[in-house]
């Protein structure tokens, strides 16, 4: 019996594609999950994705994954070619810098949703020298299609439109599971998403111009993709790259992983250099804040004469926290008599519990005092 007609013609599939991509990312330090499954939001069926690579780096506040969901495809007969135009910059219905992310933790939530986070994200990574792993488009592919490589007859755009879309799909799942597979965590974690298309074939681009139509053969191109996933658009960028170069331009991908380890927890830092005297910072902590002295407040009070229950004291007190800028301290407001006010202010117990959570949660080391009624002027 002839075996080698078996591994032969097994080379022809994606698989061997698979493995030797896997191989690649393995060698370079990734951890790979092979074929991992997921439910089509729109027919509920069970798909898969070829690959999902990730590095993971704990910083001193922060595990910071940077992950590749890979789709390979490989074609001997046809070639894939993207139908490309002016990338008109200016254009309202572009978004040239979608960045996919997901945390557990509040201040990460809160930095990478500011309006200016997406450029800012783009500028520091992409001055890391990752322009291949990270970059804004050149130009814009309207459309793809495959086509005979000898003959140059299109056929269909049925196979890089199954790997645009299981990319975009399997994004979305791995992001929307998250927040059940991370419940719970103590550790604060932060994932950033990327898409790549791996075609095991020749790679062309049809750019059409004003009078003219050129094609060139390249190496990788870099396409904004859009699909409606769970009934809302989705924009991401998805990068074709030949399989032939993946190694090289996986380099890039280890010091992007890198460059986004250290600008997380740059911005991390950075967020607390006024967290205390910015409002919506100050808020966006007090809870954690207040949930960590609530209970010693309570017992103090007890002992001077309070006579509410605990389960009272939690729910009837309202407490708030603000910023005294003629003062330069914080103000801790609690809707309780006064004498109870000035006793807490005068308690050194309670200083040292308050200003160890202070700094645990806003890392703040200045002067506090608790007020009964906070008047902002």
Known sequence: ????????????????????????????????????????????????????????????????????????????????????????????????????????????????????????????IINQKVGRALCTPKFQIFAYQEMDIDSGNPKNDTAIFTSVSSLMKAQSYEINSLPKRRKGERLNYIYQFNLISIIDSKLIRILFEEKNINTIEIDEDNYIARY??????????????????????????????????????????????????????????????????????????????????????????????NWNEVSKSLIISLDIPEKFIDFLNGNKKIGSIVAKNLNKVYRYNGEFEFVDVYIPF
């Open 228 to 321: 409606i996933i769970n009934k809302q658009q989705t924009v991401a960028r998805v990068h074709f790259i030949k399989a032939e170069v993946f190694s090289n331009i996986l380099e890039e991908y280890n010091l992007y992983h890198l460059a986004n380890c250290n600008f997380f927890q740059q911005k991390y830092d950075e967020f607390y250099i006024d967290a205390t005297s910015n409002e919506d910072k100050l808020k966006l902590l007090f809870d954690e804040f207040y949930d960590l002295i609530k209970t010693s407040l309570y017992f103090e009070l007890l002992q001077y004469g309070y006579k509410k229950t605990l389960d009272d004291f939690v729910k009837d007190v309202k407490a708030d926290i």
């Open 1 to 124: 019996m002839n075996l080698e007609k078996y591994h032969l013609n097994i080379k022809k599939t994606g698989f061997d594609l698979e493995f030797r991509i896997s191989e690649i990312l393995r060698k370079s330090g990734w951890s790979t999950i092979n074929n991992k499954y997921y439910i089509d939001d729109v027919k509920e069926e069970v798909r898969e994705i070829d690959i999902i690579a990730y590095k993971v780096m704990t910083t001193k506040d922060i595990r910071i994954f940077t992950t590749l969901v890979i789709s390979c495809k490989k074609s001997e007969k046809n070639l894939w070619a993207l139908l490309s135009k002016k990338l008109d910059e200016k254009d309202p219905n572009l978004e040239l810098k979608p960045v996919h992310v997901w945390s557990n933790n509040k201040v990460l939530e809160f930095i990478t949703s500011m309006s200016e986070f997406k450029n800012d994200y783009y500028e520091n």
